[in-house]
């Protein structure tokens, strides 16, 4: 007796469970066709062969768990939007600023270098940063001491180790840092200036940083200066 309803109802379930645009009121479509149909047959059954309770029941779970599904989905929606706003409005605050991420280059224009930085994974006693030129020669060495685990900005007065302006162009630097003797794993960072908000190839929020590095990440800034 339930079979009219099954291939009818189920059917429409199916078709509308693959269909992209679908939305949280096709659920409420289906439940609406299914009580109609299940009406009719009510009313038009025979009485020596009544409908199957039990298949009427696993129909209507069938379609609750749809509407479930659809409502998840429809919240999950919601959500992920309201979390696309809110990069979208922490990144638009960066515009401007300074940051750091991933790199080991400095940049030197009027004898001024660009600030750059460190990534500690421990504590270090003794923190020695190298400063090369384009050809790989020594420019440079800076003595920073001791450093605490983290993340750390750090500068260059634009001084070579013979006390002249460095000329203006791109240098690398290197980390060394030891605790008791002992090497501490540590990250170069370098200078980037945010310049626009975009998105990348995901369609997620991503910082424009003018060219000195592709599209980032919020989650690829590890200091904003």
Excluded at 30 to 37: E, R, Y
Excluded at 191 to 213: C, E, F, P, R, W
Aim: charged share 15%; no cysteine.
């Amino acid at each position: 007796m339930t079979s009219t309803i099954a291939s009818s109802v189920l059917s429409t379930m199916n078709s509308t469970s693959t269909t992209a645009d679908s939305t949280t009121s096709a659920a409420d479509d289906l439940q609406d066709q299914f009580l109609t149909l299940l009406t009719t047959q009510l009313q038009n059954q025979d009485p020596t062969d009544p409908m199957d309770n039990s298949e009427m029941v696993t129909q209507l779970a069938q379609i609750s768990t749809i509407s479930s599904i659809e409502n998840v989905t429809s919240t999950l929606e919601g959500i992920s939007s309201q979390i696309s706003a809110a990069e979208t409005l922490q990144a638009s605050a960066l515009v401007g600023n300074g940051v750091l991420i991933d790199g080991n280059t400095i940049q030197v224009g009027d004898g001024v270098a660009t600030t750059f930085g460190v990534t500690l994974d421990s504590d270090a006693d003794d923190v020695t940063v190298t400063i090369k030129d384009s050809t790989g020669t020594v420019v440079r060495t800076l003595d920073e001491g001791s450093m605490s685990s983290g993340t750390q900005a750090l500068s260059w007065d634009g001084l070579q180790d013979d006390g002249t302006t460095a000329a203006d162009g791109a240098y690398t630097f290197s980390i060394s840092a030891t605790a008791s003797d002992v090497a501490v794993t540590s990250t170069a960072l370098k200078y980037a200036l945010v310049t626009g908000v975009t998105t990348d190839s995901s369609n997620q929020v991503a910082l424009d940083l003018g060219g000195v590095n592709d599209n980032v990440a919020l989650s690829d800034i590890s200091l904003v200066l």
